[in-house]
């Protein structure tokens, strides 16, 4: 599983409310990519072009745990 196919399942358990299974997938993610940090997340984000849905998808990401 790549680590943008673990980020978008990361953030759709967390915001669907699975967050057990946001923050293992969480987990799995930070050891594929352990520099992996909300501040530096603009780096590696494919294009999003609509502001609410990158707006929702960091917000996601946060909430399955990834680290500031």
């Known amino acids: ?3 943008v196919v673990q980020r978008v ?4 358990h967390a915001l669907a ?4 299974e946001a923050q293992q997938m969480m987990v799995r ?3 594929f990519d352990p520099f992996l940090r909300l501040s530096n997340l603009a780096e590696v ?6 502001p609410d849905d990158r707006s929702r998808y960091i917000e ?3 909430k399955a745990g ?3």
């Not at 409310?17 to 057990?20: A, E, T």
Request: glycine fraction near 16%.
């Open 1 to 3: 599983m790549t680590d």
């Open 9 to 12: 399942a990361a953030a759709g």
């Open 17 to 20: 409310g699975r967050l057990l």
């Open 29 to 31: 993610l930070c050891a």
């Open 45 to 50: 984000l494919p294009p999003i072009y609509r």
């Open 60 to 62: 996601g990401l946060r």
């Open 66 to 68: 990834l680290p500031g």
